[in-house]
């Protein structure tokens, strides 16, 4: 059809706009949009959260400043990040928590400056660790409780340890899980030990990689479905409608280079081990739908679609599709649903199914 063929020509000019085109006073909305944009923090604390944040500034992690505090002056060495911080050098001298999140938790109160000038001109803060030690878990709910009092939304994604890993940390983990809920308007669990069901036999180093991944993708994919301009784009004020007390929050990850690709990823991510939890009571959900520049509309919508399908009426959705070149033919789904309740009971022994919970509710 002509009128498609001409539609399509237009959009290939419109792509090569540039600014040199732009009016006085184009010019000077583009300067104002820039003063009013969304300015995001990002914030990895101890091992794990700095490991984060290395692999966000190497990749790249459109709009957003990243921050990584540790009590670990080696560690911190290696970590690449805007800003770092050496938290506690009274206390320990740079040399560590050694295990202990009490020991974290100071060298953050002693450092509380520090970091709040770090995050000061916030609109948005993601906090990130691997619960379980001693600088991330301590830290962490210190960060939050600064980034609240500054007005700041306040987001964390944490991970649980393997319960390999033993009862100490995982007891460690929950009670920093308890702290980080008081200070957060939302915070996004991911629990490790799931992880196995989505790649069975996993090898401990390849289950340490494959933590780390899901950590990244769902930081970025967070981040980005802000701050990245994209075929549908999401606002700050939309997300702050679904985080601004959004309490607990699971994540589903899945992608598809099918010939269904859009379909089989939402599913993927719908019935992702991750997202163990009744969807139908959630109060509201983030959907990023992200694919290479073939990318369509109608893949974006039959997405959207199949979530909205799942939920309540009266939840909240918040949906942005983005161009990612590195996806290739893929198809990749982030779904964030807020205001839910876990099928999985956290304990200090490690992650238990709550029976209780399960009647009339269809597996997920």
């Not at 290395?54 to 009590?71: D, F, Q, S, W, Y």
């Amino acid at each position: 059809m002509k009128f498609l063929k001409n539609v399509l020509e237009e959009g290939s000019k419109l792509e090569e706009f540039n600014e040199l085109e732009l009016s006085p006073e184009d010019k000077e909305l583009l300067e104002y949009l820039q003063q009013t944009k969304a300015k995001i923090t990002v914030v990895g604390c101890g091992g794990a959260g700095n490991n984060t944040i290395t692999r966000l500034k190497m990749e790249g992690i459109e709009g957003a400043k990243t921050v990584a505090i540790n009590t670990d002056a080696q560690q911190l060495i290696r970590t690449k990040a805007d800003k770092k911080i050496l938290i506690g050098k009274k206390l320990t001298r740079g040399l560590g928590a050694g295990g202990n999140p009490k020991i974290g938790e100071e060298a953050a109160k002693e450092s509380a400056e520090e970091i709040k000038a770090a995050i000061q001109d916030s609109d948005m803060v993601f906090i990130t660790c691997g619960l379980g030690g001693g600088t991330g878990t301590g830290s962490a709910p210190v960060v939050a409780e600064i980034s609240k009092k500054i007005g700041a939304l306040t987001v964390a994604v944490v991970t649980l340890p393997f319960v390999m890993e033993g009862k100490v940390r995982m007891k460690n983990a929950m009670e920093g899980l308890e702290r980080l809920k008081q200070h957060t308007d939302t915070l996004v669990v991911i629990p490790n030990e799931k992880l196995f069901e989505i790649v069975p036999n996993m090898p401990l180093k390849l289950a340490f990689k494959v933590a780390d991944e899901v950590l990244i993708n769902a930081v970025k994919g967070l981040v980005e479905l802000i701050t990245k301009d994209g075929l549908i784009n999401v606002d700050f004020a939309d997300v702050k409608a679904v985080m601004n007390n959004g309490g607990l929050a699971m994540i589903g990850i899945g992608e598809s280079d099918s010939e269904k690709r859009a379909k089989e990823a939402v599913s993927m991510a719908l019935n992702s081990p991750l997202l163990d939890v009744d969807i139908d009571g959630a109060t509201g959900a983030l959907i990023h739908v992200m694919g290479p520049e073939d990318l369509t509309l109608e893949e974006a919508r039959e997405v959207v679609a199949t979530v909205s399908s799942r939920l309540d009426p009266n939840a909240t959705i918040i949906w942005g599709a983005t161009i990612d070149e590195n996806l290739e033919n893929t198809v990749r789904v982030l779904l964030v649903i807020t205001g839910v309740q876990s099928r999985i009971e956290f304990t200090d022994t490690g992650l238990k199914r709550k029976k209780l919970e399960l009647t009339g509710i269809p597996k997920i």
